[in-house]
């Protein structure tokens, strides 16, 4: 089992800027891809930012040039850089990783969710 846990969510104001981090523990043989979504009230969960093993990120069109996603690959750990953030911002911060184990098989997993509140 692999668990997650989230922090840095909070209450920030408009184009401030917060970081989110999101450590993996447990039984881990490699963490492939590892990314954040974002879930606003009422509305689906989507992709906000990606990053794979090697380091090739993805961002969603709406977070281009001011969010910025890393990976520390010594600690498990991944991280999404906030900046000139904006109310429509504000939703439940989720983080997820696959996991692969040494036989080949890979495993998904999310976290609790951090909320950001973004005020005007």
């Known amino acids: 089992q692999v668990q997650l846990v989230e922090s840095g969510g909070g209450l920030v104001q408009a184009g401030g800027s917060v970081r989110l981090s999101c450590a993996a523990s447990?039984?881990?043989?490699?963490?492939?891809?590892m990314a954040w979504y974002l879930q606003a009230p009422g509305k689906q969960r989507e992709l906000v930012a990606s990053?794979?093993?090697?380091?090739?990120?993805n961002y969603a069109d709406s977070v281009k040039g001011r969010f910025t996603i890393s990976r520390d690959n010594a600690k498990n750990t991944v991280y999404l850089q906030m900046n000139s953030l904006k109310p429509e911002d504000t939703a439940v911060y989720f983080c997820y990783v696959i996991v692969a184990t040494a036989n080949g098989y890979e495993f998904q997993y999310w976290g609790q969710g951090t909320q950001i509140t973004v005020s005007s």
């Open positions: 447990g039984s881990i043989f490699r963490i492939n891809r």
């Open positions: 990053i794979t093993s090697g380091g090739r990120t």
